[in-house]
């Protein structure tokens, strides 16, 4: 069955970096795009960053643009979020998603599956 397990959270300080996993199983990676999400206490959750496994189109929100980047392994079934510069508004849980979407997107509704979700605090 599909799985999907996040790993690589932690606390870190302003302006530091974590790099997030996710490891996938159970289905074809390269048909079925990934998507990063998170959510913070009493938020909803929001997309943070999406990659078309077929052709490697990224998608990012306007609030870490510049700072993640999304990619895959090569040949393998691990997609990683590398966060830098990192700002107290990011804490969060940080969940990864797949489902059969059309083109990556940082819609929430288009994903069926998720991971258990991992801690990210950004604080000093």
């Known amino acids: 069955q599909v799985k999907l397990v996040e790993s690589g959270g932690g606390s870190v300080q302003p302006g530091g970096s974590l790099r997030l996993s996710c490891a996938t199983s159970g289905f074809i990676l390269d048909y079925q795009d990934i998507g990063w999400f998170r959510q913070a206490p009493g938020k909803e959750r929001e997309g943070v960053s999406s990659?078309?496994?077929?052709?490697?189109?990224?998608l990012y929100a306007d609030s870490v643009k510049g700072r993640f980047t999304v990619s895959r392994a090569n040949n393998q079934n691990t997609v990683y979020l590398q966060m830098n510069s990192l700002k107290p508004e990011d804490t969060a849980v940080y969940y990864c998603?797949?489902?059969?979407?059309?083109?990556?997107?940082?819609?929430?509704?288009?994903?069926?599956?998720w991971g258990q979700g991992t801690q990210v605090t950004v604080s000093s």
């Open positions: 990659l078309g496994t077929s052709d490697g189109t990224t």
């Open positions: 998603a797949t489902g059969y979407t059309s083109g990556p997107t940082l819609d929430v509704s288009q994903y069926e599956y």
